[in-house]
């Protein structure tokens, strides 16, 4: 993973995965997995003791790490999402957020700028105009939502790991992170951040990004699942300290690979 997992994860990596291979495919040890999802199974594996509610959650948070750390050195950034034909794309394609259709701010477009901070050397903040200057690129691919369904669609917009390099962003660095106009925040991996399928979207089935699917601009990322997916973006920032996000801090899944 390019110098980015902890190295004691690094160390361990090739026993995790190989471990992972044989829990799910040995219907034995999944029972077994299956059985050690109670309190006193925690207990045994996280050598925690479950007293109280704060024991539980530091169980729950250490569980959470570990599934962060396999997810991250299962992935590829030279695995490739399936891309699809134009005919497949979900019409309509689905409206999702944590707030109902009426509650989708609107952006000004005029005044929109893009703000930049964190370990980035060039912080000028970007106006559209002169993003939708950079090169772009196209791809239709599937969303996934962790609440089951998922749709295909078409993005366009600048391949994200070209705008990072553009503003001088430290790709040694662990996290990106994002900000947006409805109140939502999450943060990436900076692998799946240079993933060749990760762009910064402004349009949709190539017309500009309608306000109900991110206007003035989303992160599109076919590698992970829909929540990781910010929309609205208004800030983007560089880290090397855990950023969390807004259904990550509620106990999601951080790394949220799909």
């Known amino acids: 993973m390019n ?5 004691e994860v690094e160390r361990d990596k090739d026993a ?47 569980i959470s790490r570990f599934n962060d750390d396999a997810q991250a050195a299962l992935f590829d950034p030279n695995d490739m999402a399936p891309e699809y034909p134009r005919s497949e794309i979900a019409n309509p394609f689905p409206f999702n957020a944590f707030y109902p259709l009426a509650k989708v701010p609107q952006v000004d477009a005029e005044s929109f700028r893009l703000q930049l901070s964190g ?41 994200f790991s070209d705008f990072l390099k553009r503003v001088g962003a430290d790709v040694t660095c662990k996290y990106v992170g994002f900000k947006c106009a409805d109140g ?6 900076m692998p799946t951040a240079l993933h060749a399928q990760t762009i910064l979207a402004f349009t949709f089935r190539g017309q500009t990004l309608p306000t109900w699917y991110g206007f003035p601009m989303k992160l599109r990322m076919p590698t992970k699942l829909g929540y990781k997916n ?15 996000g807004f ?3 509620q106990g999601y899944n951080w790394f949220g690979g799909s």
């Open 184 to 189: 939502y925040h999450t943060s990436i991996d």
């Open 119 to 159: 370990k980035i050397a060039d912080k000028r903040a970007w106006d559209l105009p002169a993003l939708y200057a950079l090169p772009q690129v196209s791809q239709v691919t599937r969303h996934i939502c962790v609440e089951g369904w998922s749709a295909i669609g078409e993005w366009g917009g600048v391949v």
């Open 3 to 7: 110098g980015q997992l902890p190295p």
């Open 230 to 244: 910010p929309k609205h973006i208004t800030e983007i920032f560089v880290t090397n300290d855990h950023p969390g």
């Open 247 to 249: 259904w990550e801090d």
């Open 16 to 62: 995790i995965l190989k471990e992972a291979d044989g829990l799910l495919k040995d219907p034995g040890k999944r029972r077994l997995l299956g059985n050690l999802l109670t309190l006193g199974g925690l207990s045994l594996a996280t050598g925690i003791l479950i007293r109280d509610e704060q024991s539980i959650k530091k169980i729950l948070e250490r």
